[in-house]
């Protein structure tokens, strides 16, 4: 097992996080900026780049958790793995980041600095602070339910520990 301390653990947070972070930041700024433009309203935009950003992070986040537990399941135990794994690692960072943190600091940094894509990405970037401290705790955590089985998790070869299974087998 990796300690949260270690350069491993670093490792996999990075393989784990960064992809998704890529597509929701484009997505967020996007959507923030384009909204802005379309309608003038910081309200609008500031929701429309939380939207934006949920789904472009989740939509890589959910493949890779589904092909995970895919291997050796059938679809309805691929279905609730995959949902329990989302719920454990996302769901309390969820609960804090998309309903309070994101939308408050997508508008009030943008409010305070002007409405330009760079206010949307300190905002977006402040957000994540918050997300990613969350998130990374429930990782920590839960990864025995979270991740698969190591020889068939397919979330670019990350690997925890090749001495015993870190997840139930459903069949």
């Not at 998309?98 to 970037?125: D, Q």
């Amino acid at each position: 097992m990796t300690s949260p301390r270690s350069p491993r653990a670093a490792h996999v947070w990075v393989a784990r996080y960064l992809a998704p972070e890529v597509l929701g930041t484009a997505a967020a700024l996007l959507a923030a900026w384009g909204s802005f433009e379309t309608t003038g309203s910081l309200a609008i935009a500031a929701v429309a780049g939380t939207v934006a950003e949920t789904i472009g992070y989740y939509a890589l986040i959910l493949v890779r958790t589904a092909r995970g537990h895919a291997a050796g399941n059938g679809p309805l135990a691929t279905t609730v793995l995959t949902l329990r794994s989302l719920l454990a690692e996302f769901g309390p960072a969820e609960l804090v980041d998309t309903l309070l943190v994101r939308p408050a600091l997508l508008w009030a940094i943008p409010t305070s600095m002007g409405a330009t894509p760079l206010a949307w990405l300190i905002a977006k970037l402040a957000s994540d602070v918050v997300f990613y401290a969350i998130t990374i705790t429930s990782f920590e955590f839960a990864k025995r339910i979270i991740l698969p089985h190591p020889k068939e998790n397919h979330d670019h070869g990350i690997r925890l520990d090749t001495a015993r299974p870190v997840g139930p087998r459903v069949r």
